[in-house]
């Protein structure tokens, strides 16, 4: 789409306003949503702005020469502030995250059921290999926690979450990408319950990478409710309430197959049973953590500084 709005939600709420108005589906015309607005954010081009890793750029220093005649980044929006961020998300979009003259951070997914072990290992997982765990849920109750009642668009969120669906995915991909900014020097992210539907598959394909590795938690239902019913008990979270565990389970049966396949022709996911004891699942995720991303061995962090690891 050529118009993108900086915020998606009211966009979409200002476009059925417009056709109530018009008096229904039918008169819409092929320009009826084409908004005519002179302040509209333009096009990204080199010319009016400094990207911050273009993609498919030159490599190293080169990458920066051919910008420097430009104002420094700062000046048109701060990385450090998540509002700031948060409202110019789309300037982002056409850019790298990472810095292509560095090695790119390693990505591992971790998918599963809700309730399956998700956060539980993806910690785990991020403290072993010291790399910097993402959980995308959380990001998003915390937004929720400080906007829904201030703004339109995460009081809508905050019911779709309510409900068990979906967050909107453009949503979900910048909140992930800021993160990624966040912590360039991390050598490795952890991204917990990403991605939850194909679609978000391939754009964090095309606008960001294959993820190096996909950790699916495999867990039978019966096994998934007695966590959740017990999480809800403890923790009281907003999508934990028996209608939304419901609609949970089915959006993630209705969308893991297709997800699975698609890793799987990549030779990327790797299933693990997780109806068993934490330990028990995280030994096989670690082991297999080592032998696909550092198979020459790996510096691991640990309480008596760092050590090697050799995999057999
Ligand atoms: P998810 O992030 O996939 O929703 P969590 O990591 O929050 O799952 O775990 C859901 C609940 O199940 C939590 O209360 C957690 O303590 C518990 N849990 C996680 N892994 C296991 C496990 N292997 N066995 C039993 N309970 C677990
Ligand atoms: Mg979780």
């Known amino acids: 789409m050529y118009y993108r709005p900086e915020d998606p939600v009211s966009y979409l709420e200002r476009c059925l306003q417009k056709v109530r108005e018009l008096g229904g589906p039918e008169m819409v015309q092929w320009d009826t949503f084409i908004v005519q607005d002179p302040h509209a954010v333009h096009p990204i081009s080199s010319e009016n702005f400094k990207p911050i890793f273009h993609k498919g750029g030159c490599s190293g220093r080169a990458a920066y020469n051919q910008y420097e005649h430009l104002p420094p980044v700062e000046s048109q929006f701060s990385i450090e502030s998540d509002s700031d961020m948060t409202e110019s998300t789309g300037l982002i979009q056409e850019y790298d995250v990472f810095d ?6 390693k990505i591992i997914f971790v998918i599963g059921g809700p309730g399956s072990g998700k956060g539980t290992q993806s910690n785990q997982i ?4 010291g790399f910097s765990c993402i959980s995308v849920g959380e990001i998003l109750r915390n937004q929720l926690i400080h906007h829904a009642t201030s703004s339109r668009k995460w009081e809508l969120i905050a019911k779709i979450i309510a409900n068990g669906e979906l967050a909107p ?8 990408k800021q993160q990624f900014i966040k912590q360039q020097d991390a050598k490795g992210f952890v991204v917990d319950g990403f991605p939850r539907e194909i679609g978000q598959a391939f754009t964090f394909e095309e606008q960001i990478g294959s993820p190096d590795l996909v950790v699916f938690l495999a867990c039978s239902s019966q096994e998934l409710r007695q966590r959740l019913e017990k999480r ?4 009281g979270r907003l999508d934990d309430n028996p209608h939304a565990i419901e609609r949970r389970l089915e959006t993630f049966k ?8 698609y890793y799987q022709e990549k030779g990327t996911v790797v299933r693990f049973d997780a109806d068993r004891e934490e330990d028990d699942i995280f030994a096989d995720i ?23 690891i050799l995999v057999e």
Not at 100 to 105: D, L
Not at 169 to 176: A, G, H, Q
Not at 254 to 261: A, E, R
């Open 232 to 235: 809800a008990q403890e923790q």
């Open 126 to 129: 991020a403290s072993y290999f």
């Open 169 to 176: 995915p453009e949503t979900t991909i910048e909140e992930l």
């Open 100 to 105: 292509p003259s560095r090695p790119r951070p």
């Open 286 to 308: 670690s082991s297999c953590v080592q032998q696909r991303l550092f198979p020459e061995g790996m510096e691991v962090p640990g309480e008596r500084g760092t050590h090697l």
């Open 254 to 261: 209705h969308n893991i197959s297709l997800i699975v396949k």
